[in-house]
């Protein structure tokens, strides 16, 4: 069974740093792209960056761009997003998941077939 | 503001059917890029529930069905049931600015 495991909830002050992260399991971790979808309070999905583990080759959403970082360590399966100095506008929900389609066509046609359970990250002002 | 628009809110009775619109432009559903839909339930994370305009993923009932026209995209509930009251959200790719996949901002669905 192809499964998204994420870390656990966290509290954190603001400007403090954090890295959670996101383990795949029942599939090759290094064939596909694993990628970040915010979800702020009583809010909606956001889409934030996408790495592919083979090559950590990264791309994020101009929002997110230099606000948050997306790693990976293919040699534990696992897929990571950083904050170096939290704000309290970063509580949110934090779901990985993987981008999923015919190769063919391209990351543009891709959907997200496989989701964590989601890590939710709070920030007190 | 999402790229792609949803109505905040459906409602409809047992066994009614309730469409949602999602509507982009140019740059993104219009563009020819596929539309995907997620159901997700209070406190639980989103669930693929339609990929590639109208295909359903296994196990997802028969009674949910996606279509594309132009610069739209719907997403239908026929034989509504009490267990479908949830969010959905339809979802593509832009080529504009944002050259990223794109989520619409949500519907809420009721059953009365």
């Known amino acids: 069974e192809v499964q998204l495991v994420q870390s656990g909830a966290e509290v954190k002050k603001p400007g403090e740093s954090l890295k959670i992260s996101c383990q795949g399991s029942?599939?090759?971790?290094?064939?596909?792209?694993i990628g970040w979808v915010r979800q702020m309070p009583g809010r909606g999905l956001e889409w934030m960056g996408i790495i592919y583990p083979r090559d950590s080759d990264t791309r994020y959403s101009p929002s997110f761009q230099g606000q948050v970082t997306i790693s990976a360590d293919k040699s534990i399966s696992t897929a990571y997003l950083q904050w170096s100095s939290l704000k309290a506008s970063d509580t949110a929900i934090y779901y990985c998941?993987?981008?999923?389609?015919?190769?063919?066509?391209?990351?543009?046609?891709?959907?997200?077939?496989?989701w964590g359970q989601g890590t939710t990250v709070t920030v007190p002002s | 503001q999402s790229v792609l628009t949803q109505p905040p809110s459906v409602s409809g009775a047992p066994g009614q059917r309730v469409t949602i619109s999602c509507t982009g432009s140019s740059s993104n559903i219009g563009a020819g890029y596929y539309v995907n839909w997620y159901q997700q339930f209070p406190g639980r994370a989103p669930k693929l529930l339609i990929s590639?305009?109208?295909n359903r993923p296994s196990g997802v009932p028969d009674r949910f069905s996606g279509s594309k026209s132009g610069t739209s995209a719907s997403l239908d509930i026929s034989g509504l049931q009490a267990e479908d009251e949830a969010d959905y959200y339809c979802?593509?790719?832009?080529?504009?600015?944002?050259?990223?996949?794109?989520f619409g901002s949500g519907t809420k669905v009721t059953v009365l």
């Open positions: 590639e305009n109208n």
């Open positions: 979802q593509s790719y832009d080529n504009s600015l944002t050259k990223s996949y794109v």
């Open positions: 998941a993987r981008p999923f389609g015919d190769r063919r066509l391209g990351l543009s046609y891709y959907y997200m077939d496989v």
């Open positions: 029942g599939y090759s971790f290094t064939s596909h792209w």
